[in-house]
């Protein structure tokens, strides 16, 4: 498996943010259903969101968020920054090395 931080960047007003934060969360469901996401939430200040989630590739993580209604209404922008987690709590160890 592959980790990343998704940085969300709000590039509309604060309003449409938070009319579409509903859908947004549902959307965010599916990814913690499936394993993909661990955590998420906002920034602070409020400009954008923070995810850390995985999946076998950029490729695939990707295209999972491509169905986020911040994307799909364009109030938002998203970086996908792959990193390996080497040292992390031991709660954390069936997330991250589990195989899906």
């Given at each position: 498996m592959k980790h990343f931080v998704i940085s969300v960047t709000y590039t509309a007003p604060i309003e449409k943010i938070e009319e579409i934060r509903p859908s947004h969360r549902s959307f965010l469901q599916i990814g913690y259903d499936i394993g993909f996401i661990l955590?998420?939430?906002p920034?602070?200040?409020m400009t954008g969101g923070i995810i850390i989630a995985r999946s076998e590739s950029k490729e695939e993580i990707e295209l999972l968020f491509q169905k986020d209604p911040y994307l799909t209404n364009k109030l938002a922008d998203y970086e996908f920054i792959e990193f390996d987690p080497v040292k992390h709590q031991d709660f954390l160890s069936d997330w991250i090395n589990k195989e899906r």
């Amino acid at each position: 498996m592959k980790h990343f931080v998704i940085s969300v960047t709000y590039t509309a007003p604060i309003e449409k943010i938070e009319e579409i934060r509903p859908s947004h969360r549902s959307f965010l469901q599916i990814g913690y259903d499936i394993g993909f996401i661990l955590c998420s939430g906002p920034r602070n200040p409020m400009t954008g969101g923070i995810i850390i989630a995985r999946s076998e590739s950029k490729e695939e993580i990707e295209l999972l968020f491509q169905k986020d209604p911040y994307l799909t209404n364009k109030l938002a922008d998203y970086e996908f920054i792959e990193f390996d987690p080497v040292k992390h709590q031991d709660f954390l160890s069936d997330w991250i090395n589990k195989e899906r």
